[in-house]
């Protein structure tokens, strides 16, 4: 899903609300040492599990988990370094988007994508794909596909869709 997704050998990646690092562990693996991955996580619990989950099956010298409750993650990741954003099953626990994608734009390279997977089990304060589309566009992100993989969502697999955006620089 992540090489289909454009993830490449040497790429930077975020995974925003990374949670016990389900997709911050193969995103380090099809990275490698070459490239690196900020996962960003606000729980506490979550990150020490995905440290535990990380020694197991990673470079430790390829990601940095950086604890956050900020939604810009304290100024820790520079700007226009990232060539892929993840943030899959998160955003509905995001008061202000708006600023969300702003921040994820100011940390894109030139081609740079923002995956987005809204979840496939229903939340209070679900995610209106069709408002996302609309507010990436203002923001200069095109919109370029969803597609369908199968995915873990907590302990299930799940066939569900993953929304994919492209800074198209001009």
């Avoid at 995974?15 to 506490?44: A, H, I, M, W």
């Avoid at 020490?48 to 099956?57: D, I, P, Q, T, V």
């Avoid at 892929?84 to 099953?89: E, L, R, S, T, V």
Wanted: glycine share 8%; proline share 5%; with cysteine.
């Amino acid at each position: 899903m992540l090489t289909s997704l454009g993830v490449k050998q040497g790429h930077h990646a975020l995974d925003f609300g990374c949670g016990e690092g389900r997709y911050t562990v193969p995103l380090s693996q099809v990275v490698g040492k070459e490239g690196c991955v900020y996962s960003v996580e606000r729980n506490e619990e979550a990150i020490l599990a995905a440290k535990e989950r990380l020694s197991l099956f990673s470079d430790p010298d390829v990601v940095r988990l950086l604890k956050s409750d900020d939604i810009e993650a304290a100024g820790l990741i520079p700007k226009k370094s990232i060539d892929a954003i993840f943030a899959f099953d998160v955003l509905q626990y995001i008061p202000d988007s708006d600023k969300l994608f702003l921040y994820f734009r100011s940390l894109l390279k030139p081609n740079g994508m923002v995956c987005i997977y809204p979840a496939a089990i229903p939340h209070p304060g679900d995610v209106d794909i069709k408002l996302i589309i609309t507010k990436m566009k203002k923001i200069g992100l095109q919109y370029v596909k969803s597609t369908e993989y199968k995915m873990m969502h907590s302990a299930d697999m799940v066939d569900d869709i993953v929304h994919s955006f492209k800074w198209i620089a001009g």
